[in-house]
T-cell receptor, first 114, second 114 residues
Framework: GAGVSQSPSNKVTEKGKDVELRCDPI?????LYWYRQSLGQGLEFLIYFQGNSAPDKSGLPSDRFSAERTGGSVSTLTIQRTQQEDSAVYLC????????????FGPGTRLTVT | GDSVTQMEGPVTLSEEAFLTINCTYTATGYPSLFWYVQYPGEGLQLLLKATKADDKGSNKGFEATYRKETTSFHLEKGSVQVSDSAVYFCALSDPINTGNQFYFGTGTSLTVIP
């Protein structure tokens, strides 16, 4: 079946602009995660959605970052007033549910803020 | 809280050499353990997993054994190939005690030279 997809694959934006990154999880997966991966670094957790529950936003680095998940499926990560330090690869992952399941990752969106 | 510590890289090996990447964990409960691999320019892919003590995960010639007594999940491969060049991440999930958060190590970069 189809895996996790993300769009765009690359995004170049000017400092101060807003950007939206999209994630389509695997069909039927109720859990969805966003991570940030800076060059040569590990994964930084940003936000987690599970079904209709309130999201875990504990990893969002500032109030410029927000995310929503419509209809329990597609998710959009929005970064307002982008800064150069926001340049990174943004990874989305989905998981079947709340049990001991693995995450499936999308290919990521490479964001470059100039 | 829960955490994962993995061997720092980068690691450079000749083709057909033996590979070990160390991973140790801290968890309050009985987590599931994972190894993910990230090839250049791609998202993370699940390589193998183990859900309980003494389980051995294996895939593509890679193996890791869940050792509760040493809180370790070291990744091994008997004979690496150039195509194994990638970044490897150890990860932990402990849904009962820490909800649906995944804890990732910082990643170990492996380069295999012909």
């Amino acid at each position: 079946g189809a895996g996790v997809s993300q769009s765009p694959s690359n995004k170049v934006t000017e400092k101060g602009k807003d950007v939206e990154l999209r994630c389509d999880p695997i069909s039927g997966h109720t859990a969805l995660y966003w991570y940030r991966q800076s060059l040569g670094q590990g994964l930084e957790f940003l936000i987690y959605f599970q079904g209709n529950s309130a999201p875990d936003k504990s990893g969002l680095p500032s109030d410029r970052f927000s995310a929503e998940r419509t209809g329990g499926s597609v998710s959009t990560l929005t970064i307002q007033r982008t800064q150069q330090e926001d340049s990174a690869v943004y990874l989305c992952a989905s998981k079947r549910g709340t049990g001991n399941y693995e995450q499936y990752f999308g290919p990521g969106t490479r964001l470059t803020v100039t | 809280g829960d955490s994962v510590t993995q061997m720092e890289g980068p690691v450079t090996l000749s083709e057909e050499a033996f590979l070990t990447i160390n991973c140790t964990y801290t968890a309050t409960g009985y987590p599931s353990l994972f190894w993910y691999v990230q090839y250049p320019g791609e998202g993370l892919q699940l390589l193998l997993k183990a859900t309980k003590a003494d389980d051995k995960g294996s895939n593509k010639g890679f193996e890791a054994t869940y050792r509760k007594e040493t809180t370790s999940f070291h990744l091994e491969k008997g004979s690496v190939q150039v195509s194994d060049s990638a970044v490897y991440f150890c990860a932990l999930s402990d849904p009962i005690n820490t909800g649906n958060q995944f804890y990732f190590g910082t990643g170990t970069s492996l380069t295999v030279i012909p």
